[in-house]
């Protein structure tokens, strides 16, 4: 078993699909560990998106997260992160896979539903950002 992290974004909420994500991914095979509905500030978005600071992007995508509020969430289940990228779909909800979380729920390359860790390593990190050890269970 492994870990990932997942952020239903600002859109998505905003839209009232936070429970049919969660649904959704749990049909997968996913145990969800640990999840909250959280308002970012700028400082916590910049910080948790750092690795983006350089890219044109990070000034509308900061924007973005902190437009409402989101939901991190703490899954498990075999190959975690290799297959939430898979559920999630393209970056791009118009060019998602049908039936992926982007395909459903998103609607372009922005308001794409949902974000996923890239990594395992990256995994750990963005995890621990919103939740601490005794938050998991």
């Known amino acids: 078993m492994s870990r990932t992290l997942t952020i239903i974004k600002p859109d ?3 839209a009232g699909n936070s429970g049919n ?7 997968e095979g996913f145990v969800v560990l640990g999840m909250r509905q959280v308002q970012l500030t700028r400082a916590q978005a910049e ?5 983006h600071n350089e890219r044109p992007f990070f000034g509308e995508l900061v924007d973005f997260m902190t437009s409402g509020p989101c939901v ?14 898979e559920v999630m779909g393209a970056t791009n909800s118009e060019e998602a ?40 269970v």
């Open 12 to 14: 998505a909420v905003r």
């Open 21 to 27: 994500i969660v649904a959704l991914l749990q049909k």
């Open 47 to 51: 910080a948790f998106y750092a690795v």
């Open 72 to 85: 991190p969430i703490s899954l498990e289940r075999d190959n975690a992160q290799e297959y939430l990228r």
């Open 97 to 136: 896979a049908e039936g992926t979380v982007r395909n459903l729920y998103g609607t372009d390359i922005q308001n794409n539903a949902i974000h996923g860790s890239d990594s395992d390593e990256n995994a750990a990190i963005e995890t621990a950002f919103f939740f601490a050890g005794c938050d998991l």
